[in-house]
């Protein structure tokens, strides 16, 4: 074969070579490209996945109410008929309470149609004014806090009725206008607490609308007689005061940031009667208080030194919270209160959380071994006042939105321990709380 030949076949060959050559490198460049693409595929849909997974842990459980026409709601020779309910609370929202159960998850209770549509209808059509000739009043309702366990329900209600005509402040600051009368004034008061076992939350709630309109009726009947103020709120608050010689403390109507737990320079020394005391950093019980302290537990003694048997939601020594064992203990001291460790968007401290179907299957001796073992860490969420004990499945949702800490979260040698939870919240309350606070 001549060389021409030979330099031409060799050409070919070469030729064959690039092509097959490209059409490798074409081959693999299209698959590295379409796994590039699929990876990208996978990534995006994992963090869907994950945005969703915590977008659903961060919604809280929640039970949705309605309240139906009762005529039975009306007292007898009823002298007054509601012609519209204003809500002047601090929570704008419809909720109305949290549900504790045993397993220690807080379920949220709301009005389905909305809280003041609720009442309002509800009220207004469940009074019975056959001939249109009775009088009308306006509901103002200031506070309205419900919080039950399986033990027991706990429904707080302060109410004023006004003439018509009075303009009202809510919570942000806006005017809630009455009606156009102007001559419109608060005629009575009512502050009414409900404290049952036996009945469901519809019936609670409506216990204490009903004892709200009784007394008001009671006033009409007799108003020369009778005070224009009913309260239960008074009455515990007197007679815890007379046994631990403090004082009746009266705030002004005006709020600031002192009157806000999370946002005050300083905490107020007292003790707290319900939530929203707590909340508001005030303490309706004030003057010396008689403490029994002793690693991080303390219990509230009369002047004479024994024991107060008085129910409290908490109290301050002026320096740290204590909060009273008694809502997520189901026996045992129940009477005593433990130091919060951690103040923020949760109060956070350590004890033993120790629930109703623990006490159920437990011995005395056992029920006491559970309540020795302080380990559990527990939390009270300022924004519903549910407490209930930190799990590694509640971490990630109390921690949305703060990568570095859900980050610290994954590297935690045991996500159950107490301390290391406490420690990770705490870093939480740090992120979150007013610059006042710190």
């Known amino acids: 074969m001549s060389t021409a030949q030979n330099t031409k076949r060799r050409k070919r060959a070469d030729c064959s070579l690039v092509c097959q050559c490209n059409v490798f490198i074409h081959h693999h460049f299209d698959c590295a490209y379409k796994l590039s693409f699929m990876n990208r595929i996978c990534t995006l849909l994992t963090f869907l996945l994950i945005s969703v997974k915590l977008a659903i842990a961060q919604t809280p459980a929640t039970m949705n109410f309605t309240l139906r026409t009762d005529l039975t709601m009306s007292p007898r020779r009823c002298l007054f008929t509601i012609d519209s309910v204003v809500s002047t609370r601090l929570d704008t929202t419809n909720l109305f309470g949290t549900w504790q159960h045993p397993s220690g998850k807080t379920t949220e209770l709301r009005f389905k149609e909305g809280f ?92 204490g609308l009903a004892i709200a309109l009784l007394k008001f009726n009671d006033y009409l009947t007799n108003p020369a007689t009778t005070l224009s103020i009913y309260s239960d709120f008074a009455l515990e608050s007197a007679q815890a005061a007379r046994e631990l010689g403090l004082g009746q403390f009266a705030y002004d109507s005006i709020r600031t940031d002192e009157d806000n737990l999370l946002r005050c320079s300083q905490l107020r020394l007292g003790v707290y009667q319900s939530f929203s005391e707590l909340r508001q950093n005030r303490p309706s019980l004030t003057g010396n208080l008689v403490i029994r302290e002793k690693n991080d537990f303390a219990e509230l003694r009369k002047p004479s030194g024994s024991n107060a048997r008085n129910r409290f939601f908490g109290f301050c020594d002026g320096k740290d919270l204590f909060i009273s064992r008694r809502s997520y203990q189901s026996g045992g001291l129940t009477q005593r209160y433990v130091r919060v460790k951690s103040v923020g968007r949760y109060l956070v401290w350590i004890d033993n959380y120790i629930t109703s179907g623990e006490i159920a299957g437990a011995s005395f001796g056992l029920v006491g071994a559970l309540a020795a073992n302080y380990k559990d860490c527990i939390v009270l969420d300022m924004q519903t006042g549910g407490v209930f004990r930190v799990t590694k499945d509640k971490l990630p949702a109390m921690l949305a939105g703060h990568d570095d800490l859900l980050a610290e979260l994954e590297t935690l040698s045991n996500p159950q321990d107490g301390l290391q939870q406490l420690r990770l919240l705490d870093k939480l309350n740090k992120l979150v709380r007013p610059v006042s606070m710190r």
């Open 116 to 207: 003041q549509p609720t009442l309002n209808h509800f009220i207004c059509s469940s009074l019975i004014d056959s001939d249109k000739k009775l009088p009308n009043y306006t509901l103002v309702v200031q506070e309205f806090a419900l919080t039950g366990t399986p033990e027991t329900t706990h429904f707080e209600l302060a109410v004023l009725f006004f003439t018509h005509g009075a303009t009202l402040q809510n919570p942000t600051g806006a005017a809630v206008p009455v009606n156009d009368n102007p001559q419109g004034l608060p005629v009575y008061k009512a502050d009414i607490i409900v404290e049952i076992s036996s009945k469901t939350v519809v019936e609670v709630l409506k216990q």
